[in-house]
């Protein structure tokens, strides 16, 4: 049995044994919330709620398994009948099994940004005839698109917000949107913001089904709720209509990601969504030393709109914060290798230690610095593995070996061969959608030369990959078949890529199904060729990581650097209060990542070239703070 008094601080035990009705848990940073989601699961299996009626929504699917497995070990018992995952995964395993409830195949192809791209630019001439305003690039109309789902707005209002250049061209937006929706819904295809868009409108339009759903959900519990946005608080609101069984977990100080669509307002109005709901604070730390937390908590008091609450720890000593003055950003840049190097001379792992940034390129200069004397390093952030364009041909084979009338796919693939432009790849898919054929009956297309050979080697190899009792490595080996010169030839870093895709090749022996496998893979992508890795292959190295990519985790020592006014809050957030409070929450979630040392960096003076001119000074979230709570030095180590 779990001794949970022993085991829980007051709080987390009042946390983990709220039964009924709503609760909201405000988890302050490194408060122990995943602690606390996990005894509750185990604490409610234990005493007798059936797993398949718990759900448990997290923003990655590593972190529900991870989860579920704790909580399975406490209790020594297997917990596969409880729904853990994301909310995508959730709608995308919903969608598919009440398809007929709201008019879908049962076998939709799910698209990714780059497929969206690919969609959006059949429909989408380069000007506009009747304002002759140029209309956006392709990815801009799909930012549009993903911005009106995901913030719940008309894309004239998205246009009156955020790209008011492009107001004059709002039919011809429209027109491309009406013709980007038709052709989905024509295709079965669904794109990823689709997935909530559509899983929302089922559950308020089908009575039965929502409750169903709610009936077999019948304890719900959600992590990170700080980051939900509209769609996803309004499914999580339907599916606890039947009982309002519905603990969230968040931190309204941590809420970083109003650029995905991510509300601070959810956070916020849990009490008046749910009447009555319990509210819950956990305060005591178990990452930071006590004079970091005086940092942490003189940052975020200043916030405008919060939930009061103050960390504290049972580490009371430890060093002061630093706020570090350097006359250039080279100079930053050497301070941060010195003190890296001071620091591991005295025995501290290059893995316990981390530079965090607002903007990717801040790094830049550090990087070449950090190369200069040979210190590994990792950086996070960028783009993801599956957006890059050889693993994106490999996913458009296995598409259409999973849905051959996926015609975005078959597109992509056809233009592999010789000869084969646009015009000729449409041909040839009207071709197979004529009278019931498929990717089989390209063989008989009427072409000539070189591009009849490479069909019939195209069509032979898609056959070899189709044939039935094989792993989805061997499918893979066979799609190389015909895909490895179609590499050499298109890319002169070739091996590398071969490399990338044996990684591919290593995540797919996890899954026996191809549909699962292309669920996940578009549902909760690897974020890079390093999240794939080992990661004790990376244990010598450095992190540098941007502070949104660095979100929940923890190293001993951190740099926080160009914590700067007019970078850090970047200028542009200025003349914004709403961008300005997410610009303190960011500093805050950067400094609860340090447990035993933070060091906050800015050049004096700057002529950057991504910003221009300011002037010289820290940052406002930190440039007030107390003398006794923040140190203050130059690069040299001279107290300020």
């Not at 209509?241 to 509300?263: E, K, M, P």
Request: some cysteine.
């Amino acid at each position: 049995m779990i001794q949970y008094d022993k085991e829980l601080n007051e709080s987390q035990y009042e946390a983990v044994f709220f039964q009924d009705g709503p609760c909201l848990v405000i988890a302050g940073a490194g408060s122990g919330k995943t602690r606390a989601l996990v005894y509750r699961v185990a604490r409610m299996v234990e005493d007798g709620v059936p797993p398949n009626n718990i759900l448990l929504l997290t923003f990655t699917r590593r972190s529900a398994q991870e989860m579920l497995n704790r909580a399975g070990q406490l209790i020594d018992h297997e917990l596969s009948d409880v729904s853990g995952g994301t909310f995508h995964a959730t709608a995308n395993a919903c969608l598919r099994r009440y398809s007929h409830a709201i008019g879908l195949p049962p076998n939709f192809v799910i698209l990714d940004q780059a497929d969206m791209e690919s969609a959006i630019s059949q429909f989408k001439p380069s000007m506009s005839r009747e304002s002759k305003v140029r209309l956006p690039k392709t990815r801009t109309v799909v930012q549009i698109v993903s911005k009106c789902r995901n913030l719940s707005l008309s894309l004239n209002d998205v246009l009156k917000k955020e790209f008011p250049q492009f107001f004059p061209v709002l039919d011809q937006l429209e027109t491309i949107y009406d013709q980007y929706a038709r052709y989905k819904r024509d295709s079965g295809l669904l794109d990823y913001d689709d997935l909530l868009v559509m899983f929302k409108q089922m559950l308020e339009e089908n009575e039965t089904v929502r409750s169903e759903l709610s009936g077999r959900f019948r304890y719900i519990m959600v992590d990170e709720y700080q980051d939900t946005n509209l769609l996803q608080a309004a499914i999580v609101k339907q599916l606890s209509s039947v009982h309002n069984n519905v603990l969230v977990v968040g931190d309204d100080s941590q809420s970083i990601y109003s650029f995905r669509g991510a509300t601070f307002k959810n956070i916020m109005n849990f009490p008046q969504e749910f009447p009555g709901a319990k509210v819950i604070k956990l305060e005591q730390n178990y990452r930071s030393s006590q004079p970091i937390l005086n940092l942490t908590n003189q940052i975020i008091s200043s916030a405008q709109n919060k939930y009061t609450k103050c960390l504290y720890t049972t580490r009371k000593t430890g060093a002061r914060p630093i706020l570090v003055e350097c006359r250039t950003e080279n100079d930053q840049s050497q301070f941060v290798v010195r003190r890296i190097q001071e620091l591991k001379a005295q025995g501290l792992a290059l893995s316990e230690m981390a530079v965090l940034f607002r903007a990717g390129f801040h790094s830049f200069d550090l990087e070449v610095t950090l190369d200069s004397q040979a210190i590994p390093f990792t950086k996070y952030g960028g783009f993801k593995f599956v957006e890059s364009a050889h693993i994106k041909d490999i996913v458009s084979f296995l598409r259409i070996l999973e849905n051959s009338s996926d015609a975005l796919s078959l597109n992509r693939v056809l233009l592999m061969l010789d000869k084969v432009g646009p015009k000729k790849s449409r041909d040839m898919i009207n071709f197979v959608s004529e009278e019931g054929r498929t990717w089989r009956q390209l063989k008989d297309f009427p072409a000539k030369g070189v591009t009849r050979e490479g069909l019939f080697n195209l069509v032979e190899t898609l056959e070899a990959a189709a044939k039935p009792g094989q792993s989805l490595p061997e499918t893979l080996d066979s799609l190389m078949s015909f895909y490895g010169p179609v590499l050499e030839e298109r890319y002169d870093d070739f091996p590398k890529r071969y490399r990338e895709i044996e990684q591919l090749k290593t995540i797919m022996t996890r899954y026996r199904s191809l549909e699962h496998f292309l669920a996940d893979i578009t549902l909760d992508p690897p974020s890079s060729q390093a999240d794939l890795m080992d990661r004790r292959q990376n244990r010598a190295n450095l992190t540098l990581s941007t502070i949104h990519s660095a979100k929940g985790l923890e190293w001993g020592v951190v740099f926080i650097i160009w914590a700067q006014e007019g970078y850090f809050p970047p200028q542009k957030c200025l003349d914004n209060a709403d961008s300005l409070e997410e610009e303190r929450r960011l500093m805050y979630v950067a400094a609860t990542r340090a447990k035993d040392y933070l060091f906050i960096t800015y050049p004096d003076t700057s002529g950057h070239a991504f910003y221009g001119n300011f002037g010289s000074g820290p940052s406002r979230f930190v440039s007030r703070a107390p003398r006794d709570i923040l140190d203050r030095q130059d690069s040299r180590g001279r107290h300020l």
